[in-house]
Every structure is written in structure tokens, then in C-alpha cells.
């Protein structure tokens, strides 16, 4: 009796053959996640890509495609998650290469050197014509824009008991990004004033001192101007608030430099007869506004001023920073001479 023929290894074998093309057709499907296509080398050229504030990987990888830079934004995703540095991708304009495998292309965009973008530092200080002069030589913004927006007070978003932008572009380093306008800087000038307001609770202890937001800003510029050194602006302070106080003048040469817009060590008695509200030598009081956009000591000193009785004070030593203080007038005049002997030896 014959056997049967036996067919189970045909079967099997369609069966194989049926599971391999499954099996090759899911490949194709997943290939391009789990190898993602990708350039080879460092990319050749030079393109800008934008990387906006909250970008994910993803987001990040698919701009960088877009401008040809890397030849699919899984890949990039892939040597992100690869190399673990999803959280280094920061906001901001990168010079890169077009056709750069995926890892050259994340390298170069947590590079320092890759990102577009100037820092211009604003010391305190400055008053309001000088700063734009600062800004303008180091953001390549037309310093006309910048005056223009200057004047835009409404735009700039200043606080309410603010005159003019004086006193309120607080002093700091930016980073300015090719994109970013005369008003977009001012406007982050203003805010890092508010920042700074809200921290110090300006207005609070400015009603302490029984001083409109306004004055305690003014008075802070005063501070600001006068200089000295760190541990003099709560002296500085103090001698305004007791000249306030007695209703005496602060006869304050930078004051009268203000209203003259004008810089230097020599005021004569002449100088001191200037017709302004600024002129503190015949006006009692402070100013009706800042004359310097005041940093974060100088205001920390107008709320908070020393405890004492000076009612005067000298720089008797500009160079060095040497500033004394006295409540007796004797004093004050031996320190005149000696600033006085100080400017004839320049």
C-alpha cells in the first residue's frame, strides 16, 4: 500500500515565505525610524535657521530639513535622544551648513560660536542720549530707530509714573538677535526695570519714605550719578533725604550738568545759575525727573540710605573714587580744596 505524500513541508515553507515578506514589508515600513535617512560629512555652505522660543526636537528637526541642513528631522530627533541633549536646544538664529549628517548638524547647534547674536552691555548710569549712542554702536541699529522708539513712550510700555524712558532702560547686558527691533529692545530695557521694581518693591518703600515711585527713581539716579563707590551710594542717600528734609537745596553739580547736558569735574558759580527745573542750586528739592538710568545698587540705596547726619559730601578724588562725607560745613569746604587742589593737577 503506498503512502500518502507527505505536503506539511510545502506548506511550511509558504508559510515562511509568506512570514519573510511580512516580515520585509514591516522593515520598509519602520526602516525610516530606525534608520532615518541622513546626509554623510560636515555639509558644505552657509544657511540661517530660526529656532523659535518652545521649539520641541521634533520642531527643531523638521526646520532644519526645511532649510536643508539635515535630510530628515527624525534623524535629527534620533541623535538628540541618542546623545541626550533634547534640553541644550535653546531659541535663537544659527549660521549652519547645508547637507550635514544629523550629529554635525546637533553640534553645531548647542555651539556657542553657531548662534547669531550680539551682546551689548548698558552700564548705569548713562543718561537717556548716551545709552542710545551705547546701543547703537553695539546692536548695528540705527541709533534715528532707536530714538524714534525712545520717544514712543506708550509703545515702550513704561510704568505709569514715568515721564520719559530716562531712568526706566535699566542698565544690564542683552543679547540682541538679528530679527530684533529698536522697539523690542527698549521694551526689554523697560521690562528689566519692572523685573528689578517688583524684586526691590519699589513702591512700597517708596511710600515708607514718603516719595511718589517717580522720586524714588530720581532720587536713585542721583545716587547713580554721583558715583563714589558701592558702600557711599547709602551715604550719598542719605544726604539728599536730610538736605530734603531741612527743605535746604541739594545743590547738586550733576544736576546742573544735566540741564546743560554736559560732562565734566569743573562747575563754576556761573554753571549754578542755569535756568532749569533740573538746576538744584536754586530750585529746592529733587528734579522733576531722573537725569541717568539708575542700576539695581543705586536704587537698593535710595530705599534703603544710611543712618546719619552728613549734609554734605566730595569726591575729593575722583580718580581713585574717594568721596568723604561731613555734617559740618568746615569740613565740606576743606574738601573743596581739596578737590579743587585734585582738578588743578590734571
Request: aromatic letters at 6%; hydrophobic letters at 40%; proline letters at 7%.
Amino acid at each position: 500500500m503506498s503512502r500518502p505524500r507527505r505536503i506539511w513541508p510545502l506548506v511550511a515553507g509558504a508559510s515562511a515565505l509568506a512570514v519573510a515578506a511580512g516580515t520585509a514589508a514591516g522593515l520598509c515600513a519602520v526602516r525610516p525610524y530606525l534608520m532615518p535617512a541622513d546626509f554623510e560629512g560636515p555639509g558644505s555652505g552657509t544657511v540661517v535657521v530660526e529656532i523659535p522660543e518652545g521649539a520641541s526636537a521634533g520642531a527643531i528637526g523638521l526646520a532644519l530639513a526645511d532649510a536643508g541642513v539635515v535630510a530628515s528631522a527624525r534623524a535629527f530627533v534620533h541623535a538628540a535622544q541618542e546623545q541626550a541633549r533634547t534640553g541644550s536646544l535653546h531659541p535663537g538664529h544659527f549660521r549652519l551648513r547645508r547637507g550635514m549628517d544629523a550629529r554635525s548638524a546637533l553640534g553645531m547647534l548647542v555651539a556657542p560660536e553657531s548662534r547669531m547674536v550680539r551682546r551689548v552691555t548698558v552700564p548705569e548710569g548713562l543718561r537717556l542720549p548716551e545709552l542710545l549712542d551705547r546701543l547703537a554702536e553695539g546692536t548695528g541699529i540705527r541709533r534715528a530707530d532707536l530714538a524714534r522708539a525712545a520717544d514712543d513712550v506708550r509703545a515702550l510700555g513704561l510704568p505709569r509714573y514715568a515721564r520719559n524712558a530716562e531712568g526706566f532702560l535699566f542698565p544690564a547686558t542683552y543679547e540682541i538677535e538679528p530679527d530684533t527691533t529698536a522697539q523690542d529692545v527698549l521694551v526689554a530695557m523697560v521690562e528689566r526695570y519692572k523685573q528689578a521694581a517688583e524684586q526691590l518693591d519699589l513702591k512700597e518703600r517708596a511710600a515708607r519714605k514718603r516719595l511718589t515711585p517717580l522720586e524714588a527713581v530720581t532720587l536713585a539716579s542721583i545716587v547713580q550719578a554721583e558715583g563714589g563707590r558701592d558702600p557711599d551710594y547709602p551715604k550719598i542717600a542719605r544726604v539728599i533725604y536730610n538736605r530734603i528734609r531741612a527743605g535746604t537745596p541739594l545743590q547738586l553739580d550733576t544736576t546742573v550738568l544735566y540741564a546743560q547736558r554736559r560732562r565734566t569735574l569743573e562747575v563754576s558759580e556761573k554753571d549754578t545759575e542755569v535756568r532749569s527745573p533740573y538746576n538744584t542750586y536754586r530750585r529746592p528739592g529733587l528734579p522733576p525727573g531722573p537725569i541717568a538710568n539708575p542700576g539695581e545698587k543705586a536704587l537698593i540705596a535710595a530705599l534703603r540710605p544710611d543712618q546719619g547726619d552728613w549734609f554734605w559730601f566730595v569726591t575729593t578724588d575722583p580718580e581713585h573714587r574717594i568721596t568723604k562725607f561731613t555734617d559740618k560745613e568746615s569740613e565740606f569746604v576743606r574738601y573743596r580744596e581739596e578737590l579743587n587742589r585734585y582738578l588743578g593737577k590734571r
